[in-house]
C-alpha cells in the first residue's frame, strides 16, 4: 500500500458516449489511501461512467487516471490484482449456494479455495454459505458480491450503488462492513444516492453534477459547509423583543412567546447576536444549531 499519498489520482479527465456530447469534463479527482470516499451526484450526473474508466472498462477521450502511484493505461494487470469491485447486482448462480458461487470465483480469478471460509467471516455469510444464493435476500446477495470482491485481498474496492435495494437492518449491516473493512487499511470508494447512509461512513465527499466536481473534500471540510447561513433556535425571556431588535438586519421568525429562529453568517455573527441580546436586558437561556445533513448540503450545492 502506498502511504500519506492519494491512492486514485485522476487528472483533466473528459468523457462522452457521443461525439461533441462531453459527458464528464475535465475532470480531476483525488481519493486518498485509507479513506471511504463517498461519491455522491444525481442520476446522469457521471458517477458510473466515472467507476468505469477507474476500473478501465471505459477509455477516456482525454486525460489520465493514476492508481497506487501508476498510470491504468500502462501498469492495468499489476493495478487490477488489487483492486476489487462491485459494480451494479452482483454476477451470481443462483442455483448455486454462496459457498459454490465463490468457488467458481476463486477458480476464475486462479486464487485457492482456502481464502472462501475468510472472506465469508468477513462479510458475515458463514453461517449461511451452503444456503442455495436464490433463496438470499437483497442483502445476502450484496454481500455475497462483496465476498467476491475481497477474494483477493485487494488495497481498493470500487463499489456502484452497493447498498441498492437493502433494507434497513441491511444498510446498518452494511455500513458497519464498510468501517469495519477501512479500519483494516483498505481504502473504498463508493458511489450511492442514499446520501445519508454516506455521511454515516464516509471520511470524504466528492459532489458531481453535469460532468464537473462541485465539491470535494474531507467531512471536516464538509463540516466547514455546514457552520455557514446557521439556523439557530434561540431560547430566551422574550422573543418578542429579540425579533423586533434584529429582524432589519436578519433572518428571524417566531415560534413562541420565548422560542424564535434566526439565521447567522457563521459562529462569530451569532456571538456577536447573542451579546447584543444581552445588552438589552433579555436573557437567553439557550442556542440551539440546526445542523445541516449531507442531503441539504448536496441540494444547496448543486441549485
Do not use: W
Amino acid at each position: 500500500m502506498i502511504e500519506n499519498s492519494n491512492l486514485i489520482s485522476i487528472k483533466d479527465l473528459n468523457f462522452g458516449y457521443k461525439k461533441n456530447a462531453p459527458l464528464l469534463q475535465g475532470i480531476n479527482l483525488e481519493v486518498p489511501t485509507a479513506s471511504i470516499f463517498g461519491f455522491i451526484g444525481h442520476n446522469g450526473a457521471g458517477k458510473t461512467t466515472t467507476m468505469r474508466i477507474i476500473l478501465g472498462l471505459l477509455q477516456p477521450q482525454s486525460g489520465s487516471v493514476s492508481i497506487f502511484g501508476k498510470t491504468l493505461l500502462q501498469n492495468r494487470e499489476e493495478i487490477f490484482s488489487k483492486v476489487g469491485s462491485l459494480i451494479e447486482s452482483p454476477s451470481i448462480y443462483q442455483h448455486l449456494s454462496g459457498y459454490d458461487n465463490l468457488k467458481v470465483a476463486c477458480q476464475y480469478l486462479n486464487i485457492p479455495f482456502s481464502k472462501i471460509d475468510e472472506v465469508l467471516e468477513m462479510v458475515h455469510l458463514t453461517e449461511n454459505a451452503k444456503k442455495i444464493s436464490k433463496k438470499y435476500s437483497t442483502g445476502m446477495k450484496q454481500r455475497l458480491g462483496l465476498a467476491m470482491a475481497l477474494l483477493r485481498d485487494p488495497e481498493l474496492l470500487v463499489l456502484d450503488e452497493p447498498t441498492n435495494g437493502l433494507d434497513p437492518v441491511g444498510m446498518m449491516e452494511f455500513r458497519k462492513l464498510m468501517i469495519e473493512l477501512n479500519q483494516a487499511g483498505k481504502t473504498i470508494f463508493l458511489s450511492s444516492h442514499l446520501l445519508t447512509e454516506v455521511e454515516k461512513m464516509a471520511t470524504h465527499i466528492g459532489i458531481i453534477q453535469n460532468g464537473d466536481f462541485l465539491f470535494q473534500g474531507t467531512m471536516s471540510e464538509l463540516d466547514k459547509l455546514r457552520n455557514t447561513n446557521l439556523e439557530i433556535i434561540l431560547k430566551v425571556s422574550d422573543a418578542n423583543i429579540v425579533n423586533t431588535m434584529l429582524s432589519n438586519d436578519i433572518k428571524t421568525n417566531i415560534i413562541d412567546s420565548e422560542t424564535l429562529s434566526l439565521v447567522v453568517i457563521d459562529r462569530e455573527h451569532l456571538a456577536t447576536i447573542i451579546n447584543k441580546i444581552v445588552h438589552q436586558g433579555v436573557k437567553v437561556y439557550e442556542a440551539i444549531p440546526m445542523k445541516k445533513g449531507l442531503e441539504e448540503i448536496f441540494l444547496n450545492t448543486i441549485n
